[in-house]
């Protein structure tokens, strides 16, 4: 790989991870994503705790494998157990990723599978196009509209 290229896809994965971040309206800089060593990585701390899980902290984890996932943290934060997979869309738009996280709190979120194995050149090679700030990417791109990045009202 081009150095040019994986220095492309570890920003577009801060700036893609930071844009779910600002879409659910998340207090701080409460998120970690990483490229390297595989798979690619994202953690975000939730601040709010599910109804069914009121003694455990909440995340919303993402990998190159799976797509995104909402999470709870056992045994001291150190080990997370999915509680509901977004589903087949790997890097989804922000806000989409935001309806999810409110569905799995209002106890409305179906139940999917991970997204499963992929390509990983072809995922950097996706989360590269997110190296350009979210606000000022093309109004297209394939397969689906770009939507503006927004800020929620908090709950």
Not at 20 to 39: F, I, K, Q, R, T
Not at 98 to 105: C, S
Request: with cysteine; hydrophobic share 35%.
């Amino acid at each position: 790989m081009h150095l040019e290229y994986e220095h492309a896809a570890a920003s577009g994965l801060r700036r893609y991870v930071s844009a779910v971040a600002e879409e659910l309206g998340c207090s701080g800089e409460a998120y970690y994503a990483h490229l390297d060593p595989p798979p690619a990585y994202a953690y975000l701390a939730l601040d709010d705790r599910l109804p069914d899980h009121p003694g455990q902290d909440t995340a919303l984890v993402w990998n190159e494998h799976d797509g995104w996932a909402v999470a709870i943290e056992t045994t001291a934060g150190h080990e997370l157990s999915v509680v509901r997979y977004l589903g087949a869309e790997r890097l989804p738009p922000p806000p989409e990723v935001a309806r999810f996280v409110d569905e799995v709190f209002a106890g409305r979120a179906p139940d999917a599978a991970p997204a499963g194995t992929t390509d990983g050149a072809k995922v950097r090679q996706h989360l590269a196009t997110y190296a350009i700030p979210y606000q000022e990417r093309p109004t297209e791109r394939p397969g689906r509209p770009v939507e503006q990045a927004r800020r929620r009202p908090a709950r």
